[in-house]
Protein backbone atom coordinates (compact mmCIF):
# COMPACT_ATOMS: atom_id res chain seq x y z
CA UNK A 1 0.00 0.00 0.00
CA UNK A 2 0.98 3.69 -0.49
CA UNK A 3 1.60 5.01 3.12
CA UNK A 4 2.23 8.58 1.80
CA UNK A 5 -1.62 9.26 2.10
CA UNK A 6 -2.02 7.75 5.76
CA UNK A 7 -5.09 9.19 6.08
CA UNK A 8 -6.69 7.13 2.53
CA UNK A 9 -5.27 4.46 4.21
CA UNK A 10 -6.54 4.24 7.83
CA UNK A 11 -9.97 5.46 6.16
CA UNK A 12 -10.05 2.42 4.33
CA UNK A 13 -9.19 0.03 6.61
CA UNK A 14 -12.39 1.31 8.94
CA UNK A 15 -14.53 1.71 6.25
CA UNK A 16 -13.93 -2.37 5.76
CA UNK A 17 -14.54 -3.31 8.88
CA UNK A 18 -17.62 -1.09 8.89
CA UNK A 19 -18.92 -2.77 5.64
CA UNK A 20 -17.85 -6.23 7.30
CA UNK A 21 -19.76 -5.81 10.98
CA UNK A 22 -22.53 -4.04 9.19
CA UNK A 23 -23.15 -7.48 6.95
CA UNK A 24 -22.45 -9.56 9.90
CA UNK A 25 -25.33 -7.36 11.78
CA UNK A 26 -28.23 -7.36 9.33
CA UNK A 27 -27.84 -11.16 8.30
CA UNK A 28 -27.04 -12.33 11.54
CA UNK A 29 -24.31 -14.58 9.77
CA UNK A 30 -20.38 -14.79 10.37
CA UNK A 31 -17.95 -17.51 10.02
CA UNK A 32 -14.32 -17.27 11.30
CA UNK A 33 -12.44 -16.28 8.48
CA UNK A 34 -14.73 -12.94 9.15
CA UNK A 35 -14.27 -12.25 12.43
CA UNK A 36 -10.74 -13.06 12.25
CA UNK A 37 -10.55 -10.02 9.31
CA UNK A 38 -12.56 -7.73 12.07
CA UNK A 39 -10.07 -8.43 14.77
CA UNK A 40 -7.18 -8.15 12.68
CA UNK A 41 -8.23 -4.59 10.97
CA UNK A 42 -9.07 -3.54 14.79
CA UNK A 43 -5.63 -4.96 16.33
CA UNK A 44 -4.41 -2.45 13.23
CA UNK A 45 -5.65 0.73 14.05
CA UNK A 46 -4.77 -0.16 17.75
CA UNK A 47 -1.63 -1.13 16.76
CA UNK A 48 -0.53 2.85 14.89
CA UNK A 49 -3.34 4.77 17.05
CA UNK A 50 -0.98 5.56 19.74
CA UNK A 51 -2.04 7.52 22.58
CA UNK A 52 -5.40 7.98 20.67
CA UNK A 53 -6.59 4.22 21.06
CA UNK A 54 -4.49 4.11 24.63
CA UNK A 55 -7.89 3.33 26.02
CA UNK A 56 -9.09 0.02 28.33
CA UNK A 57 -11.56 -0.62 26.05
CA UNK A 58 -9.56 -1.26 22.82
CA UNK A 59 -8.15 -3.94 24.56
CA UNK A 60 -11.19 -5.63 25.60
CA UNK A 61 -12.74 -4.80 22.05
CA UNK A 62 -10.15 -6.61 20.73
CA UNK A 63 -10.41 -9.58 23.70
CA UNK A 64 -14.12 -10.05 22.85
CA UNK A 65 -13.88 -9.42 19.27
CA UNK A 66 -10.90 -12.67 19.76
CA UNK A 67 -13.01 -15.15 21.67
CA UNK A 68 -15.94 -14.18 18.70
CA UNK A 69 -14.09 -15.78 16.44
CA UNK A 70 -14.38 -19.42 18.05
CA UNK A 71 -18.60 -18.42 18.54
CA UNK A 72 -18.63 -18.94 14.64
CA UNK A 73 -18.07 -21.85 11.95
CA UNK A 74 -14.72 -21.87 9.52
CA UNK A 75 -16.30 -21.24 6.36
CA UNK A 76 -20.30 -21.50 6.85
CA UNK A 77 -22.40 -18.58 7.09
CA UNK A 78 -25.56 -19.74 8.78
CA UNK A 79 -27.74 -18.43 11.11
CA UNK A 80 -27.67 -21.30 13.27
CA UNK A 81 -25.15 -23.62 11.79
CA UNK A 82 -25.90 -27.38 12.65
CA UNK A 83 -22.43 -29.09 13.22
CA UNK A 84 -20.77 -26.10 15.26
CA UNK A 85 -22.42 -26.10 18.61
CA UNK A 86 -21.19 -23.01 20.71
CA UNK A 87 -18.48 -24.87 22.80
CA UNK A 88 -18.06 -24.39 26.77
CA UNK A 89 -14.44 -23.15 26.19
CA UNK A 90 -16.13 -19.78 24.61
CA UNK A 91 -18.95 -19.46 27.28
CA UNK A 92 -15.90 -19.74 30.00
CA UNK A 93 -13.94 -17.72 27.91
CA UNK A 94 -16.25 -14.71 27.80
CA UNK A 95 -17.47 -15.38 31.94
CA UNK A 96 -13.75 -15.26 32.64
CA UNK A 97 -13.71 -12.32 30.45
CA UNK A 98 -16.90 -10.41 32.55
CA UNK A 99 -14.90 -11.89 36.02
CA UNK A 100 -11.61 -10.27 35.12
CA UNK A 101 -13.54 -6.58 33.62
CA UNK A 102 -16.15 -6.30 37.19
CA UNK A 103 -13.40 -7.82 39.69
CA UNK A 104 -10.10 -5.87 38.31
CA UNK A 105 -12.67 -2.55 38.60
CA UNK A 106 -13.64 -2.85 42.18
CA UNK A 107 -10.00 -4.24 43.59
CA UNK A 108 -8.07 -0.85 42.03
CA UNK A 109 -10.75 0.92 43.46
CA UNK A 110 -10.30 -0.11 47.12
CA UNK A 111 -6.78 -0.35 46.31
CA UNK A 112 -6.44 3.36 45.16
CA UNK A 113 -8.04 6.85 46.12
CA UNK A 114 -9.52 6.37 50.33
CA UNK A 115 -12.86 7.97 48.74
CA UNK A 116 -13.84 4.46 47.70
CA UNK A 117 -13.58 3.10 50.99
CA UNK A 118 -15.09 6.12 53.09
CA UNK A 119 -18.10 5.97 50.55
CA UNK A 120 -17.52 9.59 49.46
CA UNK A 121 -16.61 8.96 45.64
CA UNK A 122 -19.82 9.48 44.57
CA UNK A 123 -19.92 12.58 46.03
CA UNK A 124 -17.77 14.01 43.13
CA UNK A 125 -17.71 11.34 40.41
CA UNK A 126 -20.97 12.95 38.46
CA UNK A 127 -18.97 16.53 38.28
CA UNK A 128 -15.47 15.16 37.66
CA UNK A 129 -15.99 12.37 34.91
CA UNK A 130 -14.34 12.96 31.76
CA UNK A 131 -17.25 13.63 29.66
CA UNK A 132 -20.66 14.56 31.53
CA UNK A 133 -23.99 14.04 30.37
CA UNK A 134 -27.27 16.04 31.13
CA UNK A 135 -28.25 13.29 33.74
CA UNK A 136 -25.01 13.45 35.38
CA UNK A 137 -26.12 17.53 36.20
CA UNK A 138 -28.89 16.36 38.49
CA UNK A 139 -27.52 13.14 39.73
CA UNK A 140 -24.30 15.18 41.12
CA UNK A 141 -27.31 16.91 43.38
CA UNK A 142 -28.49 13.80 45.20
CA UNK A 143 -28.57 13.66 48.92
CA UNK A 144 -25.52 12.38 50.59
CA UNK A 145 -27.17 8.69 51.48
CA UNK A 146 -27.70 8.48 48.14
CA UNK A 147 -24.20 8.97 47.14
CA UNK A 148 -23.34 6.88 49.77
CA UNK A 149 -25.68 3.86 48.59
CA UNK A 150 -24.25 3.88 45.26
CA UNK A 151 -20.89 3.25 46.78
CA UNK A 152 -21.74 0.77 48.40
CA UNK A 153 -23.83 -0.84 45.58
CA UNK A 154 -20.91 -0.02 43.12
CA UNK A 155 -18.40 -2.33 45.40
CA UNK A 156 -21.10 -4.92 46.02
CA UNK A 157 -21.41 -5.68 41.73
CA UNK A 158 -17.38 -5.37 41.20
CA UNK A 159 -16.28 -7.46 43.99
CA UNK A 160 -19.01 -9.86 45.12
CA UNK A 161 -21.58 -10.59 42.20
CA UNK A 162 -18.60 -12.06 39.77
CA UNK A 163 -18.56 -14.89 41.84
CA UNK A 164 -21.91 -15.31 41.15
CA UNK A 165 -20.41 -17.02 37.91
CA UNK A 166 -19.13 -20.23 39.59
CA UNK A 167 -22.19 -20.80 42.03
CA UNK A 168 -24.74 -22.66 39.64
CA UNK A 169 -27.16 -22.06 36.75
CA UNK A 170 -29.55 -19.39 38.59
CA UNK A 171 -26.33 -17.74 40.14
CA UNK A 172 -24.83 -17.27 36.78
CA UNK A 173 -28.15 -15.81 35.28
CA UNK A 174 -28.75 -13.56 38.44
CA UNK A 175 -24.69 -12.31 37.58
CA UNK A 176 -25.46 -11.36 34.28
CA UNK A 177 -29.27 -9.46 34.79
CA UNK A 178 -27.09 -7.21 37.59
CA UNK A 179 -24.31 -6.77 35.58
CA UNK A 180 -26.26 -5.33 32.10
CA UNK A 181 -28.40 -3.59 34.80
CA UNK A 182 -25.35 -2.24 36.17
CA UNK A 183 -23.91 -0.80 32.49
CA UNK A 184 -27.74 0.35 31.86
CA UNK A 185 -27.08 2.56 35.19
CA UNK A 186 -23.90 4.16 34.03
CA UNK A 187 -25.02 4.38 30.25
CA UNK A 188 -27.39 6.65 31.54
CA UNK A 189 -25.69 8.32 33.88
CA UNK A 190 -22.23 9.56 31.60
CA UNK A 191 -20.88 9.47 27.96
CA UNK A 192 -18.50 6.42 29.21
CA UNK A 193 -17.68 5.82 25.40
CA UNK A 194 -18.99 2.53 24.06
CA UNK A 195 -17.36 1.01 27.26
CA UNK A 196 -20.40 -0.43 28.61
CA UNK A 197 -22.12 -1.31 25.57
CA UNK A 198 -19.06 -3.68 25.18
CA UNK A 199 -19.52 -4.69 28.81
CA UNK A 200 -22.65 -5.82 28.52
CA UNK A 201 -21.53 -8.35 25.29
CA UNK A 202 -19.71 -11.31 27.88
CA UNK A 203 -22.68 -10.68 30.08
CA UNK A 204 -25.00 -12.46 27.44
CA UNK A 205 -22.93 -15.59 28.07
CA UNK A 206 -24.63 -16.06 31.85
CA UNK A 207 -28.02 -17.17 29.66
CA UNK A 208 -28.48 -20.10 28.27
CA UNK A 209 -31.18 -21.39 25.83
CA UNK A 210 -34.00 -21.80 28.47
CA UNK A 211 -33.18 -18.13 29.65
CA UNK A 212 -33.20 -16.54 26.13
CA UNK A 213 -35.82 -18.30 24.56
CA UNK A 214 -38.77 -15.99 25.11
CA UNK A 215 -36.75 -13.48 23.15
CA UNK A 216 -37.38 -15.12 19.80
CA UNK A 217 -40.52 -15.92 18.07
CA UNK A 218 -41.98 -19.26 17.59
CA UNK A 219 -42.79 -19.83 14.54
CA UNK A 220 -42.11 -23.02 12.42
CA UNK A 221 -39.19 -21.62 10.58
CA UNK A 222 -37.97 -20.23 13.49
CA UNK A 223 -34.74 -19.89 14.98
CA UNK A 224 -36.38 -21.19 18.38
CA UNK A 225 -37.97 -23.65 16.61
CA UNK A 226 -34.90 -24.99 14.69
CA UNK A 227 -33.02 -24.80 17.94
CA UNK A 228 -35.77 -27.18 19.96
CA UNK A 229 -35.61 -29.74 17.28
CA UNK A 230 -31.94 -30.34 17.17
CA UNK A 231 -32.02 -30.59 20.95
CA UNK A 232 -34.93 -33.30 21.19
CA UNK A 233 -32.80 -34.96 18.31
CA UNK A 234 -30.03 -34.66 20.57
CA UNK A 235 -31.85 -36.05 23.04
CA UNK A 236 -33.06 -39.02 21.37
CA UNK A 237 -29.75 -39.91 20.26
CA UNK A 238 -30.24 -38.80 17.06
CA UNK A 239 -26.71 -37.32 16.21
CA UNK A 240 -24.60 -36.94 13.10
CA UNK A 241 -20.99 -39.04 13.14
CA UNK A 242 -18.70 -36.84 14.08
CA UNK A 243 -16.74 -35.50 11.49
CA UNK A 244 -13.23 -34.56 10.91
CA UNK A 245 -13.74 -30.89 10.71
CA UNK A 246 -15.57 -31.49 14.34
CA UNK A 247 -12.88 -33.15 15.44
CA UNK A 248 -10.48 -30.40 14.60
CA UNK A 249 -12.72 -27.88 15.87
CA UNK A 250 -12.70 -29.75 19.19
CA UNK A 251 -8.76 -29.60 18.95
CA UNK A 252 -8.75 -26.34 18.33
CA UNK A 253 -11.18 -25.35 20.98
CA UNK A 254 -9.03 -27.04 23.31
CA UNK A 255 -6.27 -25.29 22.31
CA UNK A 256 -7.46 -21.85 22.87
CA UNK A 257 -8.66 -23.01 26.64
CA UNK A 258 -4.91 -24.34 26.95
CA UNK A 259 -4.09 -20.43 25.70
CA UNK A 260 -6.43 -18.49 27.85
CA UNK A 261 -5.03 -20.60 30.69
CA UNK A 262 -1.47 -19.75 30.23
CA UNK A 263 -1.93 -15.81 29.13
CA UNK A 264 -4.24 -15.73 32.78
CA UNK A 265 -1.38 -16.23 34.52
CA UNK A 266 0.33 -13.18 34.93
CA UNK A 267 -3.09 -11.34 34.73
CA UNK A 268 -4.15 -13.42 37.96
CA UNK A 269 -1.12 -12.56 39.78
CA UNK A 270 -1.82 -8.94 38.97
CA UNK A 271 -5.27 -9.03 40.39
CA UNK A 272 -3.48 -10.27 43.72
CA UNK A 273 -0.81 -8.00 43.95
CA UNK A 274 -1.01 -4.80 46.11
CA UNK A 275 0.56 -3.17 43.19
CA UNK A 276 -2.32 -3.86 40.75
CA UNK A 277 -2.13 -2.00 37.18
CA UNK A 278 -5.08 -1.65 35.17
CA UNK A 279 -6.17 -1.70 31.42
CA UNK A 280 -2.55 -3.46 30.76
CA UNK A 281 -1.67 -5.90 28.32
CA UNK A 282 0.36 -8.81 28.69
CA UNK A 283 0.97 -9.73 25.29
CA UNK A 284 1.15 -8.49 22.04
CA UNK A 285 -1.90 -9.69 20.56
CA UNK A 286 -3.91 -8.43 23.67
CA UNK A 287 -5.73 -11.59 24.02
CA UNK A 288 -5.95 -11.81 27.93
CA UNK A 289 -5.96 -8.34 29.18
CA UNK A 290 -6.32 -6.44 32.82
CA UNK A 291 -8.79 -4.08 33.00
CA UNK A 292 -10.14 -1.68 35.96
CA UNK A 293 -11.92 2.37 36.20
CA UNK A 294 -11.59 4.90 38.53
CA UNK A 295 -9.02 4.04 40.67
CA UNK A 296 -8.64 7.44 42.05
CA UNK A 297 -11.42 10.15 41.75
CA UNK A 298 -10.67 13.95 40.81
CA UNK A 299 -12.16 15.85 43.65
CA UNK A 300 -12.34 19.10 41.22
CA UNK A 301 -12.97 19.58 37.57
CA UNK A 302 -10.39 21.31 35.52
CA UNK A 303 -10.32 22.26 31.60
CA UNK A 304 -8.17 23.69 29.23
CA UNK A 305 -9.71 26.34 27.28
CA UNK A 306 -7.94 26.73 23.87
CA UNK A 307 -8.08 30.32 22.80
CA UNK A 308 -6.71 32.23 19.54
CA UNK A 309 -6.48 36.33 18.63
CA UNK A 310 -5.83 38.07 15.20
CA UNK A 311 -3.78 40.63 17.87
CA UNK A 312 -0.07 41.01 16.82
CA UNK A 313 0.79 41.68 20.13
CA UNK A 314 -0.77 38.90 22.54
CA UNK A 315 0.49 41.09 25.35
CA UNK A 316 -1.36 43.77 24.10
CA UNK A 317 -4.59 45.04 26.46
CA UNK A 318 -6.65 45.31 23.90
CA UNK A 319 -5.75 41.63 22.24
CA UNK A 320 -9.53 39.84 22.03
CA UNK A 321 -8.86 36.53 22.92
CA UNK A 322 -11.11 33.78 21.59
CA UNK A 323 -12.49 30.34 22.35
CA UNK A 324 -12.15 27.26 20.73
CA UNK A 325 -15.37 24.86 21.86
CA UNK A 326 -14.63 21.16 21.27
CA UNK A 327 -17.78 18.53 20.45
CA UNK A 328 -18.46 17.42 23.96
CA UNK A 329 -16.18 18.45 26.82
CA UNK A 330 -17.28 21.70 28.88
CA UNK A 331 -16.31 24.82 27.47
CA UNK A 332 -18.95 27.34 27.01
CA UNK A 333 -20.77 27.56 30.54
CA UNK A 334 -24.51 28.10 28.20
CA UNK A 335 -23.97 24.76 27.01
CA UNK A 336 -25.91 22.04 27.65
CA UNK A 337 -23.53 18.87 28.73
CA UNK A 338 -23.84 16.50 25.28
CA UNK A 339 -25.44 12.75 25.11
CA UNK A 340 -23.36 10.99 22.63
CA UNK A 341 -22.32 7.47 24.54
CA UNK A 342 -21.31 5.18 22.87
CA UNK A 343 -19.51 7.34 20.24
CA UNK A 344 -16.30 7.94 21.45
CA UNK A 345 -15.20 11.60 21.13
CA UNK A 346 -11.13 11.06 21.23
CA UNK A 347 -10.01 13.89 21.47
CA UNK A 348 -12.46 15.56 23.95
CA UNK A 349 -10.73 12.65 26.36
CA UNK A 350 -7.61 13.23 25.94
CA UNK A 351 -8.49 17.04 26.80
CA UNK A 352 -9.70 15.75 30.13
CA UNK A 353 -6.57 14.04 30.79
CA UNK A 354 -4.50 17.20 30.14
CA UNK A 355 -6.34 18.90 32.44
CA UNK A 356 -4.90 17.50 35.42
CA UNK A 357 -1.26 17.07 34.08
CA UNK A 358 0.77 20.30 32.19
CA UNK A 359 1.47 20.50 28.85
CA UNK A 360 4.96 19.14 29.42
CA UNK A 361 3.08 15.47 29.48
CA UNK A 362 0.95 16.07 27.07
CA UNK A 363 3.24 17.44 23.87
CA UNK A 364 0.47 16.49 21.76
CA UNK A 365 -1.70 19.63 22.77
CA UNK A 366 1.13 21.83 21.35
CA UNK A 367 1.21 20.29 18.20
CA UNK A 368 -3.08 20.32 18.34
CA UNK A 369 -2.14 24.30 18.70
CA UNK A 370 0.25 24.70 15.42
CA UNK A 371 -2.45 22.93 13.52
CA UNK A 372 -5.25 25.18 14.85
CA UNK A 373 -2.63 28.08 13.99
CA UNK A 374 -2.25 26.71 10.34
CA UNK A 375 -6.08 26.57 10.14
CA UNK A 376 -5.81 23.17 9.00
CA UNK A 377 -9.08 22.21 7.72
CA UNK A 378 -9.02 18.31 9.18
CA UNK A 379 -8.18 19.16 12.58
CA UNK A 380 -11.10 22.03 12.80
CA UNK A 381 -13.30 19.26 12.18
CA UNK A 382 -12.87 17.88 15.25
CA UNK A 383 -14.23 21.02 16.74
CA UNK A 384 -17.64 22.15 17.20
CA UNK A 385 -16.64 26.06 16.98
CA UNK A 386 -13.81 27.53 15.08
CA UNK A 387 -14.09 31.54 16.27
CA UNK A 388 -12.24 32.53 13.22
CA UNK A 389 -14.35 30.51 10.61
CA UNK A 390 -14.80 32.46 7.08
CA UNK A 391 -11.65 34.49 8.46
CA UNK A 392 -7.76 34.17 8.77
CA UNK A 393 -6.28 32.02 11.08
CA UNK A 394 -5.28 33.74 14.72
CA UNK A 395 -1.58 34.87 14.91
CA UNK A 396 -1.17 33.70 18.53
CA UNK A 397 -3.09 30.38 20.45
CA UNK A 398 -2.62 29.99 24.04
CA UNK A 399 -4.30 27.69 26.37
CA UNK A 400 -6.20 28.74 29.80
CA UNK A 401 -6.76 26.28 32.76
CA UNK A 402 -9.77 26.81 34.01
CA UNK A 403 -11.84 25.18 37.21
CA UNK A 404 -15.48 23.95 36.48
CA UNK A 405 -18.37 23.07 38.85
CA UNK A 406 -21.65 21.97 37.90
CA UNK A 407 -24.03 25.28 38.70
CA UNK A 408 -27.14 24.59 41.60
CA UNK A 409 -30.18 23.71 39.37
CA UNK A 410 -32.67 26.08 41.04
CA UNK A 411 -29.67 28.52 41.73
CA UNK A 412 -28.84 32.21 40.25
CA UNK A 413 -26.39 31.11 37.36
CA UNK A 414 -29.03 28.09 36.47
CA UNK A 415 -31.54 30.65 36.31
CA UNK A 416 -29.28 32.78 33.51
CA UNK A 417 -28.93 29.23 31.70
CA UNK A 418 -25.41 28.57 32.91
CA UNK A 419 -24.86 24.21 33.20
CA UNK A 420 -21.12 25.35 34.68
CA UNK A 421 -19.49 28.11 36.69
CA UNK A 422 -15.85 28.63 35.69
CA UNK A 423 -13.06 30.53 37.41
CA UNK A 424 -9.93 31.02 35.65
CA UNK A 425 -6.60 29.23 37.27
CA UNK A 426 -3.94 30.70 35.45
CA UNK A 427 -2.25 30.15 31.95
CA UNK A 428 -2.07 26.46 30.95
CA UNK A 429 0.61 27.13 28.14
CA UNK A 430 1.72 30.55 26.68
CA UNK A 431 0.49 33.03 23.74
CA UNK A 432 2.42 30.52 20.70
CA UNK A 433 2.69 31.87 17.12
CA UNK A 434 3.67 29.36 13.98
CA UNK A 435 7.25 30.48 13.58
CA UNK A 436 7.66 29.94 17.43
CA UNK A 437 6.94 26.10 16.89
CA UNK A 438 9.42 25.12 14.33
CA UNK A 439 11.98 23.74 16.49
CA UNK A 440 9.47 22.65 19.14
CA UNK A 441 8.17 20.39 15.55
CA UNK A 442 11.67 19.51 14.48
CA UNK A 443 12.97 17.71 17.66
CA UNK A 444 10.11 15.64 17.51
CA UNK A 445 10.40 14.66 13.68
CA UNK A 446 6.67 16.66 13.40
CA UNK A 447 6.04 18.36 10.30
CA UNK A 448 5.22 21.88 10.48
CA UNK A 449 1.57 22.65 9.40
CA UNK A 450 1.60 24.53 6.09
CA UNK A 451 -0.25 27.89 6.65
CA UNK A 452 -3.88 28.47 5.31
CA UNK A 453 -3.70 30.47 2.03
CA UNK A 454 -5.28 33.53 3.81
CA UNK A 455 -3.40 33.66 6.68
CA UNK A 456 -1.80 37.00 6.72
Given at each position: MDWSNMNFNLDL??????????????????????????????????NVGQIWYSFGWESQLLETGFL????????????????????????WGFRWLIFRIMLGAGLIKIRGDKCWLDLTCMDFHYE?????????????????????????????????VPFFLFLGRR????????????????????????????????????FDDAT??????SGLRGLKNQVLRIQKEDTQGVQPRPSYGCMVRRVVNFSLGILVVWLS??????????????????????????????????????????????????????AVWEDYEFKCKPGDPWRRPCLISPYHYRLDWLMWFAAFQTYEHNDWIIHLAGKLLAGDAETLSLLSLNP??????????RGEHYRY????????????????????????????????????????????????????
Open positions: LALLGLGLSLFVLVTGCANMILMAILWALYMSLVGIFLCPLWTLSRLPRHTPTSRVVLTQPVPNPMAYYLHRSPWWFHRFETLSNHFIELLMCILHGVLQILFQVILIISGNLSFLNWLTIVPSLACLGFLFPVPVVINLLSSRQVMNTSFNPLRIVNTYGAFGSITKERTEVILQGTASPNASAPDFEGRSPPRWIRFSLPSGQHAAQGKWWIRKRIGPYFPPLKLEDLKDYFKTREWPLPEPHLDTP
